[in-house]
């Protein structure tokens, strides 16, 4: 312990004294920062076992990887499988499919996740505050498995409470789970009970640090509760709004496995197939690594374009990005 | 001095801890050629590692009663890798990728086993099976061995199972109280169908009944779905039919759109669980057991699994409830749905097997594990220990039904009788039970005699190995989208046609080159 706090110390020292770029140097840092670097350690290595070896077998996507040949025995074919995947007939209704999804998740899921973290701000009775909140988190902690049989069984056609409810209320007699127009709503439905109480959290601890003095002021200046909300809650929590819609971009076409591939079935597969199930159709029950590999990276690729693109437009529009 | 001592501790650990990952990471590839069972180079094997998936709730250790007896048996050490058949498929993938290959494992005819096999990682044991040397690999059903093949080539001893299984199983209380005899035709069948859910079969006076109950099915097409039977027993062939020298899908034919016409009359009329898009395979039997829908196509043991059910519910007339029948009669005439026949086979990897004379020592363990004594240790157990044996039956040790479990639910998974089943079954439990189990063997003997096989079991097409899941999905989907009235039949013809485009051809021109090669 002791010796932690010392480099501690000497650490703090260091940057007082400009230091020349050599290896003497070098050595130098590491004694130094020796606790530091030692805790580092587990992290270091999560990355490289977990995270960048494997990339040494991201290149199957331009072989025809045979397990029992090996990555290296496997024959060498180039673009051929992304060729494949680009041109392929699927390709447009696959990437419309994910990016209606992830639109209505962003755009829909995401906003209510704010909303939600507002109104529980408003709350002024704590333990009422708590004991919410608290429900909310709960749907988080279920499985999707669980999530869906919960639907089918509401939904189910002929005795589903919420089914027959729906259908007195509406005089027809709609297949919730099977009509390809309910399959997106229903996935929808889904995402916003499971996740948007846990979403709230980070926007509770942003809020939480919102200077209460600047409300006071604001109601001797005779602000409302919306003008309140509107001029000063939501511009504190601005950034933290923004670093989570950079993020969450990047995920766009990560439309969730689980619960797309459970909610699917033959009647619904036209707008339930995503590049996600696709990925696990043509790779795992048909054996094609390789495709299915070109298929992820593709995807990964996408991932990190919206990404820097996300964190660009924010900066040019002034605000703070994440990098 | 205290300086430098504090140095040294980090650094040392840092040293071991690189050391152990490096150790780790590289100790998979150092293992040399990769001897599963530790037997060397090109010497006689003295132990024989198996790969084998397991469904009990804990696998059974090495060395167990079991283990020792087939070890005393064969005169080879045996050892088990036991893989809970849940992961056992992703699995296999692993270990074939990884050096630690075993003497044999369980597999079955999937795309990355094909191409494997092709690639030579497995030993082709047709002229082995073929020569005799080993009696008790002779298999019984030769057309059974040519569908385990890869274009005319056995690369395993296939795992036996009954050809024939399905059947169609119907409440029999309702019948009786229609006045319905059992339906022998399809016609007869949709008959049935239409009066258990117009003319009120349970006489409660309320409409809340119907025929047929079919769950959403997980596999495509001929994966032995009720549509599946339905279109065969119309007379549209296994999957493929051939037609004057030329195979062709089934799904082409008239006799299949005619079968998609039946099936969505079925479900528009409202003699089909309405939920049969999307109900769980899992939760099949309720419906039938709540009293809702009386009409069940699969597999034959489904029967008594349901008689046992009703013993539950209602034990006085729990023998009153199911009616077993067999396959029927269709308009073209008369088609029975046959299984595989198999279930996986047991392949020997080239790269832990090396030689021929290895080879031929393990078919010969092989050969002893499918002996009369061997086949009783794999399905039974231990006589005298966990059963025992009265008028040719076997009956089991209550105390011991753990030891039981692991019998049926792990080694049994390594018989593969294939020159047929010669252990004990099981005593039924009362006279009801044995008469269900001897009307599921005459079933079975006579609707073997129509069967229709695939013709094209055997046939490994190119395009069909990388893009046959695709292609099935688009058709089985397009089926339900029929049945559910979404498409017209010009709807399905586009369907066909997007097969046809989308490789389907090529799989055509693949498979009858090869079917015209093996004549």
């Known amino acids: ?323 | 001095m205290t300086t430098r001592k504090r140095l040294r501790a980090p650094l040392a650990i840092l040293t071991v801890t690189g050391l152990a990952l490096t150790a780790a990471c590289t100790s998979g590839g150092d293992d040399g050629d990769g001897d599963g069972g530790g037997d060397g180079g090109g010497d006689a094997l003295s132990s024989l590692s198996i790969m084998a998936p397991y469904f009990a709730a804990v696998p059974p250790e090495e060395d167990d009663p079991i283990d020792l007896a087939l070890s005393e048996l064969t005169g080879v050490d045996l050892s088990v890798q036991w893989v809970p058949n849940t992961d056992y498929g992703e699995r296999t993938n692993v270990v074939l990728a990884g050096d630690d290959i075993p003497d044999v494992m369980v597999m079955g005819k999937t795309p990355a086993f094909v191409q494997t096999a092709e690639a030579g990682g497995f030993w082709e044991l047709t002229d082995y099976l073929n020569s005799g040397d080993y009696p008790n690999l002779v298999s019984e059903n030769p057309e059974v061995q040519e569908a385990t093949s890869v274009n005319g080539h056995v690369y395993g001893v296939y795992r036996s199972r009954d050809v024939i299984r399905h059947c169609i199983i119907l409440r029999a209380d309702w019948l009786a109280n229609l006045g319905l005899e059992q339906p022998q035709t399809t016609d007869e069948l949709f008959e049935v169908a239409r009066a258990f859910t117009e003319d009120d079969p349970d006489g409660n006076g309320q409409d809340d009944t119907y025929g047929f109950i079919n769950p959403a099915w997980p596999g495509s097409i001929g994966s032995g779905s009720p549509y599946d039977a339905l279109e065969l027993w119309n007379g549209a062939g296994n999957v493929w039919l051939e037609d004057g020298g030329e195979l062709v899908p089934s799904f082409t034919t008239d006799e299949w759109m005619e079968a998609l016409e039946y099936e969505r009359d079925l479900v528009q009329n409202g003699y089909t669980n309405p939920d049969y898009a999307t109900m769980d395979p899992a939760t099949w039997n309720e419906p039938f057991l709540n009293g809702q829908g009386g009409i069940i196509i699969d597999v034959q043991s489904r029967a008594p699994q349901l008689v046992e059910l009703f013993r539950e519910q209602d034990p006085a007339n729990a023998e009153s409830y199911v009616a077993l029948v067999g396959q029927p009669e269709g308009p073209h005439g008369t088609f029975a749905m046959p299984t595989a026949g198999y279930s996986n086979f047991l392949a020997i990897p080239r790269s832990s097997v090396e030689t021929e004379e290895q080879l031929e020592q393990v078919l010969q363990v092989l050969n002893d594990m499918n002996s009369t004594e061997a086949q009783i240790l794999l399905n039974n157990g231990i006589e005298g220990d966990n059963f025992t044996v009265e008028d040719d039956y076997a009956v089991y040790n209550e105390d011991r039904q753990d030891f039981t479990d692991q019998v049926s639910g792990a080694w049994a998974q390594l018989g593969t009788n294939v020159a047929g089943y010669n252990a004990y079954s099981t005593q039924p439990a009362t006279p009801y039970d044995e008469e269900l189990a001897q009307l599921r063997l005459d079933l079975q003997a006579e609707d073997l005699e129509n069967a229709v096989f695939n013709p094209a079991a055997a046939l490994a097409s190119e395009t069909y190995q990388s893009s046959g899941t695709q292609l099935d999905t688009l058709i089985s989907d397009a089926r339900i989208q029929f049945i559910a009235g979404q498409i017209d039949e010009a709807g399905v013809q586009d369907v066909i046609d997007r097969w046809h485009s989308q490789g389907g051809d090529q799989v055509i021109a693949e498979l009858n080159e090869l079917y015209s090669e093996l004549g």
Do not use: C
């Not at chain 1, 027809?172 to 997106?184: K, V």
């Not at chain 1, 499971?194 to 109601?219: C, H, M, P, R």
């Open chain 1, 1 to 323: 312990m002791a010796t932690l706090i010392e480099a501690e110390a000497a650490s703090g020292g260091a940057d007082i004294t400009p230091r020349p770029q050599n290896r003497r140097n070098v050595r130098e840092t590491i004694v130094r920062y020796r606790w530091l670097l030692f805790l580092m350690l587990p992290g270091i290595t999560y990355f490289a076992l977990f995270r960048f070896w494997p990339m040494y077998g991201a290149q199957i996507a331009w072989r025809d990887y045979i397990p029992f040949l090996g990555i290296q025995g496997s024959e060498w074919v180039g673009w051929k499988h992304f060729e494949d995947f680009f041109t392929n007939p699927d390709f447009p209704r696959l990437l419309g499919n994910t990016l209606i999804l992830a639109a209505l998740s962003l755009f829909i899921a995401f906003p209510l996740t704010i909303v939600m973290a507002l109104l529980l701000n408003e709350l002024r009775l704590n333990i009422l505050k708590r004991t919410v909140q608290t429900l909310v988190y709960v749907p988080h902690f279920l499985s999707w498995t669980v999530v869906v049989s919960l639907t089918g069984l509401l939904f189910a056609i002929g005795n589903g409470p919420l089914w027959t409810w729906l259908n007195d209320l509406m005089g027809t007699e709609i297949n919730f789970l099977a009509d390809p127009a309910w399959f997106r709503p229903l996935i929808v439905l889904q995402d916003v009970w499971k996740n948007t109480g846990w979403g709230t959290i980070i926007f509770l601890a942003a809020l939480a640090s919102v200077d209460q003095e600047q409300y006071e002021a604001a109601i001797i200046d005779g602000a409302g509760r919306w003008q309140r909300v509107w001029h000063i809650t939501l511009p504190s929590i601005r950034s933290t709004i923004i670093v989570l819609l950079i993020l969450q971009t990047g995920q766009i076409l990560n439309t969730g496995f689980e619960q797309i591939y459970l909610m699917s079935n033959a009647l619904n597969r036209s707008v339930a197939d995503v590049f996600d199930t696709y990925v696990y159709f043509v790779g795992i029950q048909q054996g094609s690594y390789s495709y299915a590999t070109a298929v992820g990276l593709a995807k990964a690729i996408v991932g990190v374009i919206l990404i820097f693109g996300t964190n660009w437009i924010a900066k040019r529009f002034n605000q703070t990005g994440i990098f």
